[in-house]
């Protein structure tokens, strides 16, 4: 019998904009980055937010999750790493 190499089962990751997958973890971390960084909107009376996703795998170990505001260019690392 081949064993799991995770102890535990992790839930599925989730499809986000159509095109990638996060963690339920990297999930809402990235949703509270998102609601943290709604700003006005240069010209006009609106507010919205502006995020981008990055993927990277310098480490070679896993992927790191990586949201950043456009806005204020803050980024926050999201990495849920369970998943490595
Ligand atoms: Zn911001």
């Known amino acids: 019998m081949v064993k799991s190499l995770h102890q535990k ?8 904009n159509n095109t990638f997958y996060l963690s339920p ?6 949703d509270k980055f998102k609601i943290e960084h709604i ?5 006009s009376k609106e507010k919205a937010n502006s ?3 990055s993927f990277e795998n310098s480490s070679g170990i896993g992927i790191v999750v990586v949201v950043k505001c456009l806005v204020c260019e803050v980024k926050l ?3 849920d790493i369970d998943y490595w």
């Open 25 to 30: 973890k990297e999930k809402m971390q990235a």
């Open 9 to 16: 089962s992790l839930p599925c990751k989730i499809l986000v």
């Open 39 to 43: 700003h006005p909107i240069h010209g």
């Open 51 to 53: 995020i981008s996703y």
């Open 77 to 79: 690392d999201v990495t």
